[in-house]
């Protein structure tokens, strides 16, 4: 289990995420994507 801490601009805090996404962006460069645990807003980190 993969564990990563992200950013989330709705609680303004960062938050802990248990299973973050592994994407690739449009550009080729990689990033992670959840949801936060707390109010379920989408979260993004890149360079994840």
Known sequence: MLM???YCVKCRA???VSNPERV???NGKSA???SC???G???FRIGG
């Open 24 to 26: 690739t962006m449009k």
């Open 14 to 16: 960062k938050q802990e």
């Open 41 to 43: 807003t989408k979260m």
């Open 32 to 34: 992670l994507r959840a």
């Open 37 to 39: 645990p707390s109010c």
């Open 4 to 6: 990563a801490s992200m």
